[in-house]
C-alpha cells in the first residue's frame, strides 16, 4: 500500500476509505479536456473500476488541454489511448474503454453499474441524459462544463437535485471549444475539482459535495452555492434513435448544407420550427432533431407555447454528416 502512503495518513482517507476506492466503479463519460485530468487523478488516488466512454479519436488540436494523449496518439480513439495512460500510471486499475456515444439507449445501463458518474462530456445532450439517468438511478453525478476561460462543476443526484433543477431552461449560448475556444488550464483545473468531488462522495466526506455548485470566472475567481432544496423540474427529454415510433411527427431542424439526410425519410425539414409549423395531431409524439440537441430544445420551448403533448429531443451528433 506504500503507493496511497501519503493520502492514507489522512484520517479522511485511512486504510478503510482506501478499501473502499478500491471496491468503487466509476463511469467517466468523455475523455478530453475535462476527462483527462479526472481520469489521472481518480486512477492516481486508487479507484478499483473505470468505465471510459468516448467516440473520439485524438487529434493535435487536442494536445494544448489533454497532455496524457502524445504525438504518437493521433488518430486512436481516446479512449483506447487513455486506457493504456492509466495501466502506465497505475497497473492496479481496470479500465473498461468504450469507443462509442453515450445516448439515451446506453445510458441507463452504463449508470446502474456504477457507484458514481462523472459527466465529462461538455455537451447538452449528454449532460442532461446522465442527469435523467441518474436522478432515476439514484446514482451520485458530478458534472462540468468549461468554455472560454471559465466554467463550473457541481455535484447532483444521489440525493440532491438534478441538473434539470439547477437548469431547466435552455442555455443562451450555443458556443463550444471549437468555436468560442479554451484555455487547457482551465479545463485542467475543472476536470481535477471533479475528481476530488468524486473522492469526497465515495468516502463519504461531509459537507457533502452533492448538492453544490462552484463556478470559475474568467478572473480566476471560484464561487460557490448549494442547490440542496431546489425543485425538479419538468422538461423534454432526450430520446435514442432506436426510441423512435412509426407514429412519431420528426421535425430535422437541420438545414440541408449542414445534413443531407434527414433524421428519418419522413421526416419535415424546418429549421425554424416550433413558433410556427404544424402540429402534432392527438395523441401523436413531437420528436425534435439537431446536432448537439440545443436547438432542439430552443424549438421545444417553443412549441410548447402552443402545444401540451408530448415533446422529446433527439441529438444526433454527427451520424448524418
Not at 486506457?83 to 462509442?100: F, G, K, S, Y
Not at 468555436?179 to 475543472?190: E, S
Not at 419522413?266 to 404544424?278: H, K, N, Q, S, V
Amino acid at each position: 500500500m506504500s503507493r496511497y502512503a501519503r493520502q492514507m495518513i489522512l484520517p479522511e482517507v485511512c486504510p478503510e476509505g482506501q478499501n473502499r476506492l478500491a471496491l468503487a466503479r466509476v463511469l467517466v463519460v468523455g475523455a478530453g479536456g475535462l476527462g483527462v485530468p479526472a481520469l489521472q487523478y481518480l486512477a492516481g488516488a486508487g479507484i478499483g473500476q473505470i468505465t471510459l466512454i468516448d467516440p473520439d479519436l485524438v487529434e493535435e488540436t487536442n494536445l494544448h488541454r489533454q497532455p496524457m494523449y502524445r504525438m504518437k496518439d493521433i488518430g486512436q480513439p481516446k479512449v483506447q489511448a487513455a486506457m493504456q495512460a492509466v495501466a502506465r500510471l497505475n497497473p492496479e486499475v481496470q479500465v473498461t474503454a468504450l469507443v462509442d456515444r453515450l445516448t439515451p439507449a446506453n445510458a441507463p445501463a452504463l449508470v446502474a453499474d456504477a457507484d458514481i458518474v462523472l459527466d465529462c462530456a461538455d455537451s447538452y445532450a449528454a449532460s442532461y441524459t446522465l442527469s435523467d439517468a441518474c436522478l432515476q438511478a439514484d446514482v451520485p453525478l458530478i458534472s462540468a462544463s468549461a468554455l472560454g476561460m471559465q466554467g463550473y462543476v457541481g455535484g447532483f443526484c444521489g440525493g440532491a437535485p438534478s441538473l434539470r433543477a439547477l437548469f431547466p431552461d435552455p442555455p443562451d449560448s450555443g458556443q463550444t471549444c471549437a468555436t468560442a475556444g479554451v484555455l487547457g488550464p482551465v479545463v485542467g483545473m475543472l476536470g481535477c475539482m471533479q475528481a476530488q468531488m468524486a473522492l469526497s462522495v465515495l468516502l463519504e466526506l461531509q459537507p457533502s459535495p452533492l448538492g453544490q455548485f462552484i463556478r470559475l470566472d474568467a478572473g480566476l475567481r471560484l464561487t460557490q452555492f448549494r442547490f440542496d432544496t431546489a425543485p425538479e423540474a419538468d422538461g423534454p427529454r432526450f430520446i435514442a434513435r432506436e426510441d423512435l415510433r412509426a407514429g412519431d411527427l420528426v421535425i430535422d431542424l437541420r438545414p440541408e448544407t449542414e445534413a443531407p439526410r434527414k433524421a428519418t425519410p419522413d421526416a419535415l425539414r424546418m429549421p425554424e420550427y416550433g413558433t410556427t409549423g404544424p402540429l402534432p395531431d392527438d395523441g401523436q409524439r413531437a420528436v425534435l432533431a439537431c446536432r448537439s440537441g440545443l436547438r432542439a430544445w430552443r424549438a421545444a420551448d417553443r412549441l410548447a407555447h402552443r402545444w401540451n403533448g408530448e415533446i422529446t429531443l433527439l441529438a444526433l451528433g454527427g451520424d448524418d454528416e
